[in-house]
């Protein structure tokens, strides 16, 4: 069956919904599973789509349009072959216009007929010039994913990825936060124990910390470890870790990429 024809209103007004999800939400996965449903409902015939995501090195389904959208995008995982695969390690898109005639991929064109696909595109989505995920559409009509609808395709990937990269920056920061915090903490402790050291030992600070150093090199463990111990031997309790105010971000801000 062929696919249906294609609505420029439908994709106009799905773009204004895309364009709007990615200025207002923070909220990165229940904005995937929206890019899902906006797109299944802009393209002809309302196919099945699902986004996978890189993680630590292996591809994950993380939204879709329904469960068995889901059951068919993890079909490739088995064997490690499939266009989303494929477009996920090239960077490139992949197209399936007729998955009966597709020699592609060993057993997969097979599984995906049996669950009655016809034609598949996986679109990879970009941050930085390296694909972290893909779009992936799936639909019963032969030749379904075509000019223009192509179009529609990549613009709803950009946006997507517009959304990646701010949650990847989000994240990234958030780690250098956590590490410039323990770095923090740990010159804190540090310099407490320095204080002591000095005051036990009628020394100077280079004096103390040679002390605490020399500590740290012989019983093999950090040195913010032995200056914890020196303050628990001095107080009988833990260090207290310094408090850190974590400054409000705007909803704008959130958005910053």
Known sequence: MAAAPYHPDEFAFGLAELTALVLSTPDVETSLRDVADITAKMLPNHPMVAITLRRNDAAVTVASTGPHATVIDELQRGQGLGPCLEALNTAEPVAVTDMAAEKRWGRYP????????????????????????????????RGAFEQPALQAISLTAQHTAVLLRSAISTARQTELTAQLQAALASRSIIDQALGITMAQ???????????????????????????????RGVTGADPTPPHFNRPSRSRSARRDI
């Open 110 to 141: 097979a599984r995906m007929l049996e669950q009655g696909i016809i034609s598949v595109h996986s679109q990879p989505l970009l941050a930085g010039g390296a694909a972290v995920g893909t779009l992936d559409l799936y639909s019963t009509h």
């Open 201 to 231: 030992r009628h020394c100077d600070r280079d004096g103390a910390f040679e002390v605490l150093r020399a500590a740290s090199q012989r019983g093999n463990v950090k040195l913010v470890t032995v200056a914890a111990a020196v303050i």
